[in-house]
Structures are given as structure tokens and as C-alpha cells.
């Protein structure tokens, strides 16, 4: 892989693995990262990368439901190998909005699609996908690689439709591609619309902390350079075709992390309000239409195959991404200074149970 576009390069996900590439691995090629820059985009979050890494990165702000734009990077660039994180990711937005969601996730995946087997010499198309297309689980069981699809949201239904998508490029026209299903991760540069972020910074700030229902819905948290580790170990190693499964065998309820992350934000000594306690903040809220009740990942075929595991348990993650949230409020007030702070003031009005 000499020339690699990372698309949603300017997102969480995206630049942790872009950093993760260039600063901790073997790779030597180039990165090519393609982001429109929507409201989850910020350049700023890969400003140290442009400068240290300026002959081996570049950004193309393109659409990637662009057909012209994105074969002309593809042509110019000489892409050989894709790594696919652009999408609209936040849940509560796909139930207000759905229609972006299936423009970009399922059409944006299938112009790149088209793109890369349209080009000579095309290594490998990686997916991320998200485990939230299995649906949901009850108190037990863990969602395999061969579950069953079952999407709850727009978002996840578009996710899963562009999965489905990926394969039957490998299976239809032979497109060399990995696929991966991860479950919720956390940690540095995730935008404030996503619980362990917005807790973080509202328990800073004396605003309240929405709980949705009773809290108990219980997600897999993987701390993100451990998804970006698994990604990369996938794409040196994976067998071409498959689907491999990455979760944090961490699974926590809602309110359990919003009471930890209070405490946390209070021994900070860093807490703008005059509350005793920042769990005084926490409001249980109107329940997300059709929330999926729990997420619980079995990773075995990427641990056994691979040899991956996490490093990060969720008493150090949780500590690092607290402490970098606290550090970086100038990145949090750039990357709020868009629509976002008009859509969650809509989004949480009339919520109060
Ligand atoms: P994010 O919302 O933080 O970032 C998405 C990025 O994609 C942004 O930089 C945005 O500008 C860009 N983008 C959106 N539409 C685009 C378009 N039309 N053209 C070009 N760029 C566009 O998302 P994230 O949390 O970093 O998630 C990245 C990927 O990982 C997504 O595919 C998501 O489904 C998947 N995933 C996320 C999680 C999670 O917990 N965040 C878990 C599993 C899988
Ligand atoms: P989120 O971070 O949106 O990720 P996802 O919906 O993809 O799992 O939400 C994680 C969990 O936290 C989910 O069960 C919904 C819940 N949640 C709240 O209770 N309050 C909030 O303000 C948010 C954003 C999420």
C-alpha cells in the first residue's frame, strides 16, 4: 500500500488512525485523507501531522458522493488502497434526519466502491463499519461475525447496507476488501454529541447530563487507538473477504459511566458550577425511539487470527480521555462553533420525561 486514502480523515476515528499510522507503525506509503467537512470535520484535529508528516500526508477536501471528485484523487493520487471511515455516525441525528445518512453512508461507500475497481492495480478496500447493524441484544449472548443483521436506526441501516455493499463488490467483481464491526469507542478528538464527550464537558460546565430512560442500556466501550490498532492489524493481515468483529469486552451501563465520569470531573478540581456534586446534573430524559437495549461483542476471530487485543482497559481510557478533554477546550470551542450548538439546543428541548 504506497498511496492510501483515508476518507473521514478529519472525524474521531479518522485522524486517530491517521496519527496512529504515521507516528507508531511501519507504514511508509502516503495518506491521502478525503473529508467534506461537515460539522464532526475539524482540519485543526491533524495540524501537528500536516506539520510533521507534510511529505508522506495531504487533505483533499472532497464529497465522497461525488463520482468526478473522487475518481480525479483517485487518478492523481494514484490510490491503491482505501480505508473508509466517512459517514454520518451519530444515531439521534439519523432519527431527525435520515436522508444525509443514506446519501453519504450508503452512496458515498458505493462511489468509492466504483472508484476502486475501476482503478489498475487496486490493493484493498477496508470498511469500518460499526456493530450496531446486529441490532440489540438482551441481558445476554454477544453479537459473532455471523449474526444476523438486524438495524434498529437509519444510521445503522445505512451502515448496514453499505456493508452489504463491500462484500458483494469482493464477491461480484473480485474487489479485494476487509470489513470490521466495532463497538463504541471513546477517547480523544470525539465530537461533544456523543455520551462519554458531552458528559465529560457539560459536568464542566454546570449543564445538565440527559440520561435517556432508565440508563441501564449497556454498551461495549473500546478505547479508539485500540480500534485503530485493529484496524490496521486487519488491513496488513486480515484475510482478503472477511469480516472481523473489535470490541472492548467492556460492557457498562449508561448511568454507571455518567456517575464515574461526574466523580472524575470533580477530583479534576477543574468543575465551573457550584453544585456539591456534579451527579446532581443528571437528568433521566425521554428514551431514544427504538434504543437498542446492549451491545456485547465477541472478538475471538480477530484475537485468535491476528493476536490483537486491547491495551486500554477502562479505568486508564476513561482517565486519559477526561484529562484530554480538560486539556484541549480550545479544540472543543472551535469544533462548537458550528450548527452544532443550534442542533442540540433543538435536539434536548421538551426531552424532560
Ligand atoms: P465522525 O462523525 O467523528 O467523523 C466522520 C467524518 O466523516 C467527519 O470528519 C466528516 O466531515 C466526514 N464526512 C462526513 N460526510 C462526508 C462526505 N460526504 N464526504 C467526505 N467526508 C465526510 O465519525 P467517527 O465516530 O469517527 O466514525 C468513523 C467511522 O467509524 C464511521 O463509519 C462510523 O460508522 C464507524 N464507527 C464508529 C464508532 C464510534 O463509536 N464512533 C464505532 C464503530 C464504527
Ligand atoms: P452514543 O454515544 O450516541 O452512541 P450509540 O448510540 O452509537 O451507542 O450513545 C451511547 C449510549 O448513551 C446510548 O445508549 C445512548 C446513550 N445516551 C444518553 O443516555 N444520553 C445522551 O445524551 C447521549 C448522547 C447518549
Redesign the pocket.
Known sequence: MKNLLV??G?????SNFIRYLLEETSFSGRIIN?????Y??NVSSLDDIQRNYSDRYCFEK????DPAAINEIFKRQGIDSVCH??????VDRSITSPEIFIN?NVK?TFTLLEAARNQAGFLLFHH????EVYGSLGKTGFFTETTPYAPSSPYSAS?AASDHLVRAYFHTYGLEMTLSN????YGPF??PE?LIPLMILNALNGKPLPIYGDGTNVRDWLYVRDHCKAIWMIMEHGRRGETYNIGGECELENRHIVERICDMVDQSGRAVHSHASSRELIRYVKDRPGHDFRYAIDCSKLKDELGWKPEESFDTGIEKSVAWYLDNLAWVANIESGEYLEWIETHYKGQEK
Open positions: 476518507t473521514g478529519c472525524g474521531f476515528i479518522g478525503v473529508d467534506n467537512l461537515t464532526a470535520g472532497a464529497d465522497v458522493c471511515f466517512a459517514a454520518e455516525s451519530h453519504t458515498g469500518v463499519s460499526t456493530d451502515k466495532c463497538s463504541n469507542n470525539q465530537f456523543k
